[in-house]
Nanobody
């Protein structure tokens, strides 16, 4: 069992930055691919970014490429999402997710992830 706890959300003006953190419990963090997703009311959960267990490979949604960066710290069992140049359309609840590091590595499909955090709200004002 893996428990994920997100933090770092909040209210920020357009053009600003936020850094989300996701702390993972358990001993399987090193063997887990990690992902960030987001969701707004009445819409499906949307892929944002993923990072494989080794940290070597990352993947981003086109809408955040060049603005967001995902990374992980094995010593702290934590994955981060650095969000720069935020836009009002980035407003959503952001979720951290984990899955065993098996094919398809770093998948962008929410259904491939086993464990989910409770989410953290990010609001970007115009």
């Amino acid at each position: 069992q893996v428990q994920l706890v997100e933090s770092g959300g909040g209210l920020v003006q357009a053009g600003g930055s936020l850094r989300l953190s996701c702390a993972a419990s358990g001993r399987t963090f090193s063997y887990s691919d990690m992902g960030w997703f987001r969701q707004v009311p009445e819409k499906e959960r949307e892929f944002v970014a993923s990072i494989v267990s080794s940290g070597v490979t990352t993947r981003y949604a086109d809408s955040v490429k060049g603005r967001f960066t995902i990374d992980r710290d094995g010593a702290k069992n934590t994955v981060y999402l650095q969000m720069n140049s935020l836009k009002p359309e980035d407003t959503a609840v952001y979720y951290c997710a984990a899955r065993p590091s098996v094919p398809p590595y770093g998948t962008s499909s929410a259904r491939d992830y086993t464990y989910w955090g409770q989410g953290t709200q990010v609001t970007v004002s115009s």
